[in-house]
C-alpha cells in the first residue's frame, strides 16, 4: 500500500506461484487482477521493440494489458478454499510419484518375473504382487529392489487415501450440490472448488467454459462454418470436467437401478493433474 492507498497488482494468470503470491498480496490490503496470457503477450508485441522479451519489457506488457482491460478478474480469497487446495496440490504430487513408481516395479516385474501386476493402488493387487516376489526364485538383489518399491507405493497409497479422507470431510460441507452431481466424486468436486475458486468471477456460463477449455472455437473456411476443440484453458478443471463426461455417458443415471449393488461400477480413480485431457 502507498501512503494507505491500496495498490492495484496485475499478474499474468499462471495460478501457479503467481497464486500465492496474489494470496500474499491481497492479505496486505492490496487488489490484484489476473491478466490472460494471450492478452499480455498482444501488448507485449504491440509496444515492445521487435523481437524484444525479457522479465521488464513482460511486466510492461502486463501493465498495459490491465490498464487497457477494465472487466479483468479480480483475486479474491476464501480461507476453506485454500486450505482445501494445499490438500489437492498435495494429492496431485503424490499420485504423480506413485504412478511414476508403479510403472517402474511394472517395468521389472515383466522383466523379471514374467508377470504383469494388476492394480497396485488397491489392496488385492499389491498383497498379490507381495506373494509373488517373496515366493520367486530371483536374486537377492532384484528382490530387494523390488520389496523396496512395493513398500514405497504401499505408503503412497495410505498417504493418498488419508487425503482423501480429510478431503471429503472438507467438501462435504462447501459442496454439497456439486456431490448430488452423478460422478462427481469429492476429489472431482475439491478439484473444482481449488482451481475455479468464487464462481462469482464469471458472469456467465459461456466464460467458465471457456475458462475450462471446454468451449469449441469456431473455425471459418469457405464460408463453411465448423469448430474445433480448444486446446487451452485450464487443462486440470478439463481434466475432471472430461472423465466426468465420459463416465456419465457410460453409465447414465437413468440407468443405475439396472445395476445390481454388488456389481454397480465404482466411480473412476481422478485425472493426474498433469494430464491433458481434450
Known amino acids: 500500500m502507498a501512503d494507505g492507498t491500496p495498490v492495484t497488482w496485475a499478474i499474468e494468470d499462471g495460478r501457479g506461484f503467481a497464486r500465492r503470491l496474489a494470496d500474499g498480496l491481497l492479505l496486505t490490503g492490496n487488489e490484484v487482477v489476473w491478466v490472460p496470457t494471450r492478452l499480455m503477450a498482444a501488448h507485449g508485441k504491440l509496444h515492445a521493440a521487435t523481437g524484444s522479451k525479457s ?13 487497457a482491460t477494465p472487466g479483468l478478474d479480480r483475486h479474491r480469497i476464501d480461507d476453506r478454499v485454500r486450505e482445501l487446495r494445499v490438500l489437492v496440490d498435495s ?11 508403479i510403472n517402474q516395479i511394472k517395468a521389472n516385474t515383466h522383466l523379471w518375473l514374467d508377470h504383469t501386476p494388476g492394480d497396485l493402488t488397491r489392496r488385492p493387487g499389491m498383497t498379490s504382487l507381495t506373494a509373488l516376489v517373496d515366493t520367486t526364485d530371483i536374486s537377492g538383489h532384484v528382490r530387494r529392489v523390488l520389496i523396496e518399491m512395493i513398500t514405497e507405493i504401499d505408503g503412497l497409497n495410505k498417504r493418498v487415501r488419508g487425503l482423501e479422507t480429510t478431503i471429503r470431510e472438507l467438501v ?8 448430488e452431481i452423478t460422478w462427481i466424486s469429492h476429489v472431482s468436486a475439491a478439484v473444482l472448488l481449488a482451481e475455479i475458486g468464487d464462481i462469482t468471477r464469471f458472469t ?9 477449455g471446454t468451449a469449441p472455437i469456431p473455425v471459418y473456411s469457405s464460408d463453411k462454418e465448423r469448430y474445433r476443440l480448444h486446446r487451452g484453458g485450464n487443462r486440470r478443471l478439463n481434466s475432471v470436467l472430461y472423465t466426468t463426461s465420459i463416465v456419465q455417458q ?7 437401478h439396472s445395476w445390481p449393488a454388488t456389481s454397480r461400477p465404482r466411480e473412476p480413480a481422478e485425472p493426474d493433474a ?3 485431457a481434450i
Open 55 to 67: 522479465n521488464p519489457v513482460d511486466a510492461a506488457a502486463v501493465a498495459h494489458a490491465a490498464v
Open 91 to 101: 494429492r496431485a504430487d503424490l499420485v504423480r510419484r506413485r504412478t511414476m513408481v
Open 172 to 179: 462435504t460441507p462447501l459442496a454439497p450440490a456439486l456431490l
Open 274 to 276: 498433469s494430464s491433458n
Open 204 to 212: 456467465s456460463s459461456a466464460k467458465l467454459a471457456r475458462y475450462t
Open 250 to 256: 457410460r453409465f447414465h443415471a437413468a440407468r443405475e
